[in-house]
């Protein structure tokens, strides 16, 4: 009995959890609409995606940040944003951690999405990783976002790994595409996503969301055959992170 009421509990969590993610959407569907129809309103349509959507599904989770900043972010400047991928809270809480505008690089696929796929097309810059035309017409895009004065982030993995995986290999693009456009690196490491919303249906639940934006690195004097030693050094510093701080409360 008590197994089978965990089971129903982790059910209505992750009901609650597509209620929090449709519903500021289908109440703000027409500002949305009007923020998402030409780039120049794109900055609106941030701080609605961050401060109310994000937020709504955050807080609504009974989940509750905890941001630690080795580096700011400066308002205005152009940055790679770069993290582990473990959840799907990890689009929310990377809205949260930066409130500088930046789009997401991302699978087409989740354009099959009902509601969310919607506005995910509008705002991001979409890849067919199966596709090299895809791929290859992903830098043009980015360079005209970061053009705007927008960041860029990617989750180096390629996807979420399996369970038992800590931290995937990452693909070279978000670090090939730093170096071509001069931006800083910004790793940042999420420790408990996982723990609070995993891909395993039968888990999850409450607490506190740990987040840490790591030092930057810099690439302004760096040539693109070095993007595999930026790549790992990102890597290695996420990855260590998450071995040595693997509990959150």
């Known amino acids: 009995m008590r197994l ?5 509990g982790y059910i209505l969590y992750r009901i609650w959890f597509y209620i929090l993610v449709s519903l500021p959407i289908f109440i703000f569907f027409p500002i949305l609409l009007i923020t998402t129809l030409s ?26 940040p905890k941001i630690s900043y080795e580096q700011k972010l400066e308002k205005g400047q ?37 509601v969310f796929g919607f506005f995910y097309k509008r ?40 369970e038992h995986i800590i931290l995937d290999e990452f693909k070279d693009g978000a670090f090939k595409m730093a170096i071509a456009h001069n931006i800083p690196v910004v790793p940042i490491t999420f420790y408990d996503n996982k723990k609070r919303f995993p891909f395993t249906f039968f888990s999850g639940g409450p607490g506190i969301v740990r987040v840490k934006v790591h030092t930057f690195f810099q690439t302004k004097e760096l040539k693109e055959n070095q993007k595999s030693e930026l790549r790992e050094q990102a890597r290695t ?13």
Request: contains cysteine.
């Open 237 to 249: 510093l996420i990855l260590k992170e998450l071995q040595e701080k693997p509990d959150g409360n």
């Open 78 to 114: 152009s940055y790679m944003l770069v993290a582990n991928h473990t959840s799907m809270l990890d689009i929310m809480m990377m809205l949260k951690t930066s409130r500088n505008p930046f789009v997401f690089v991302g699978k087409k696929e989740l354009v099959n999405i009902p």
């Open 123 to 162: 705002v991001c810059i979409l890849v067919d990783r199966e596709d090299s035309r895809s791929r290859s017409g992903v830098y043009r895009r980015a360079q005209k976002r970061l053009n705007q004065g927008l960041s860029i982030c990617i989750f180096p993995e390629g996807g979420v790994p399996e």
């Open 39 to 64: 780039d120049r309103t794109y900055s609106q349509f941030f701080w609605l995606a961050r401060n109310i959507w994000a937020n709504t599904v955050i807080y609504g989770m009974f989940c509750f």
């Open 4 to 8: 089978l009421l965990q089971k129903l």
